[in-house]
């Protein structure tokens, strides 16, 4: 099977502008995850969706959105970037809500300058 | 709130020789946890869980409720374990999932 793949896997963006970044699960997978990385804060759980539906989510602010398709493809969307978004956007994909192991894509390097 | 400690940034340690990585957690909760690793160039991939009791590339980990720790050890370190080594705890709320890490060890094995 092919792994969770995450597009685009380098993203350059100004401050104020939008961005949204896609990821497509294994085949099969319903559940899939984000989480942003960054060398301060370290790997920080966004939310996770479910069957289209948000399940869970983390302590970021609501600029930080997401949402998943029918076919569990998800995309996270960050509006008005700030400096401190800058970070590697992780994307995680499951079988199900009651499997814990969560499969990991190569991430998404944001930069916003 | 939970909580994730990886005290030890980086770990050095000859290859041969026994090498653990401390975690320690704090949580209300009944925890579920796991080792999480990622060699060079590659992506984050799950090494072991608690719940399984199994032992993976010849690390195990046991999950301590009295020193709330769950530290991952190896008798005989190899070159190839090197990689960054992630905690990580699944604060779940009823079947959600919401995983906190620690901020990681990076393990380097000397020849």
């Known amino acids: 099977k092919a792994g969770v793949t995450q597009t685009p896997r380098y993203l350059i963006k100004t401050r104020g502008q939008q961005v949204t970044l896609s990821c497509s699960p294994i085949s099969g997978h319903r559940s899939v995850s984000w989480y942003q990385q960054t060398p301060g804060q370290g790997l920080q759980f966004l939310f996770e969706y479910f069957s289209e539906t948000q399940r869970n989510k983390g302590n970021f602010p609501g600029r930080f959105s997401g949402r998943q398709f029918s076919n569990s493809r998800s995309e996270m969307n960050v509006s008005t970037l700030e400096l401190g978004d800058s970070a590697l956007y992780l994307c995680a994909s499951s079988p199900s809500v009651t499997s814990d192991t969560q499969y990991f894509g190569p991430g998404t390097r944001l930069t916003v300058l | 709130a939970q909580r994730v400690t990886q005290p030890e940034k980086l770990l050095s340690v000859f290859k041969g020789a026994p090498v653990e990585l401390k975690c320690n957690y704090s949580?209300?909760?009944?925890?579920?946890l796991f080792w999480y690793v990622q060699y060079s160039r590659q992506r984050l991939q799950l090494l072991l869980r608690h719940i399984s009791r199994e032992s993976i590339k010849g690390f195990t980990a046991d999950l301590n409720k009295g020193e709330t720790s769950f530290h991952l050890k190896k008798p005989f370190a190899q070159e190839e374990d090197s990689a960054m080594y992630y905690c990580a705890l699944n604060a779940s709320s009823g079947s959600a999932r919401q995983l906190t890490f620690g901020s990681g060890t990076q393990l380097t094995v000397l020849p």
């Open positions: 949580y209300s909760g009944s925890p579920e």
